[in-house]
């Protein structure tokens, strides 16, 4: 008999090549499994809500794994955190049903991106957020923010090598959240192509700063002139908040 | 003529031996000076408002220093963040009255110490607060926090090797501020002893915890039976905010 366990992850994304496992470099995904190895003593597989790109944190990451162990939940907020680094940690674990997917169950993510608006750079928020030196309009970032809201083809919004076939996506809201010098930009969706929270950002801020109009916005948006947004902003200011699923399948 | 320049810097502590020069280690002085002198052509001493000990950070470190050199102010800002390494920075500069002392004039300073209250450690919140896993007691806490207010001895809350001359010391305020999952203890104050905001923070947790009596945290603070508070809460908890000067010295 075998159990499906699904865990609740947070990282500092700094020092690795991604949520997945890649051959150029150590990955969250890599680091997971090895000490769940350690733990348990027989391989597992790690099924993931999704991805994250090279230095992109995590708060809200979410996963899960079949084992034949039957060790307390316990032994995986202590036992596991003991073994994993210092910038990765497992915040829950819990018993799900045995057919829980974390991508294919999936409901919806909220995704933050920190921005950092002052003359000078700040050594303190340097790791969580990208820094921009001049103020920006956050009036016109806020009606273009606006207009992600609902179903739109988001095709100028991905990153090179994404390889989803439809690139139609839901985005539920878009809130912009002042607390200065920092703006974060709290992204809601059903879910999201690859890249497109940072081309998202990067555009808004591009908008903010006159370089992009509304009316081309409003093109790139339509996804029909195969224009692209950006720039792609950092992956230092972005951060994997929650995932959401249905009640059934969370227990 | 020389020009008296005060500099309000910013800086992660975490990979440095303190603020001042030492014989065992990167110390932000050095860096702070070797780095003018880089800028300046010439070398120059900087008097900071105080030290701070290996780990912990601050977002309103003062230090002035003299220079014949008459640079616009601009090129601190700009120049020096350049030379500056990510986790140094320099987030003002101005020229000050030729007698401002920053650590004779300082009025006083804010810390700020910063908790960390889950069962389960936090990679992103790792470098900047102290991780306790046990809830605590706020109310114990609050109450304590109220005692500190004021004139006291704190003979008992200064660390091993400190040389004032008295233990004599005015607290403004010490305010708790709950902000789940950070607790953030705000302390006030005309000037304090080495270690003192650590043991501060330390003893507090401890009341909170009731390993220290109402009873003995009022013994402590009296001076006057040779007790030593603590323990010392960890140097990354802690972050020196600001430094206050009389008006007419800052301008």
New interface residues.
Partial sequence: MTSNIRLLI???GTNYVGWQVQANGLSVQQILEEKLWELLGEPVRLISSGRTDAGV?A?GMVANFRTSRSLPMRAY?EGL?RLLP???????AHIVHEDFHSRFDARGKWYRYTLYLS??????A?R?SWHLRSELDTGRMRCAAGKFVGQHDFRAFRGAGCGARTTVREIYSVDLLEEPPFLHIDVKGEGFLRNMVRMMAGTLVAVAREKVSLAEFDRLLRGAHGGKAGPTAPAHGL?LMEVWYDERQSS
Same sequence: chains 1, 2.
Avoid: G, K, Q, T
Wanted: hydrophobic content about 30%.
């Fill in positions: 947070e990282y500092d944190h708060r907020r955190n210092v910038d990765i940690a497992v915040r829950e003359p000078v750079r700040s050594p303190l340097r969580f951060c």
